[in-house]
């Protein structure tokens, strides 16, 4: 069982930053892929940036250039670092983490405004 914790939301105005955190804890290891995905009011979750066991990188085309993901698997924690938001990044957004079973935190909420 793995446990994720995210942390790091908040209200931000439009060009603002904010960082994530999402902790893991309980039988955690270091080959789990991790992700976030963020859900807005009336939309379905999408997946936002993901991060390999090796470092590998993705991220859905509306935050590239502007969110960074990283993980530091000392500490079984994934970051994403969201620059230059926009009120469309406003979403509740979770924390998911891996291998053949697939984990998943509270959410946090993000809200940008305008």
């Known amino acids: 069982q793995v446990r994720l914790v995210e942390s790091g939301g908040g209200l931000v105005q439009a060009g603002g930053s904010l960082r994530l955190s999402c902790a893991a804890s309980?039988?955690?290891?270091?080959?789990?892929?991790m992700a976030w995905y963020r859900q807005a009011p009336g939309k379905q979750r999408e997946l936002v940036a993901g991060?390999?066991?090796?470092?590998?990188?993705n991220y859905t085309d509306s935050v590239k250039g502007r969110f960074t993901i990283s993980r530091d698997n000392a500490k079984n924690t994934v970051y994403l670092q969201m620059n230059s938001l926009k009120p469309e990044d406003t979403a509740v957004y979770y924390c998911?983490?891996?291998?053949?079973?697939?984990?998943w935190g509270q959410g946090t909420q993000v809200t940008v405004s305008s």
């Open positions: 991060i390999t066991s090796g470092g590998r990188e």
């Open positions: 998911n983490a891996g291998s053949l079973r697939r984990y």
């Open positions: 309980g039988i955690v290891s270091s080959l789990m892929s």
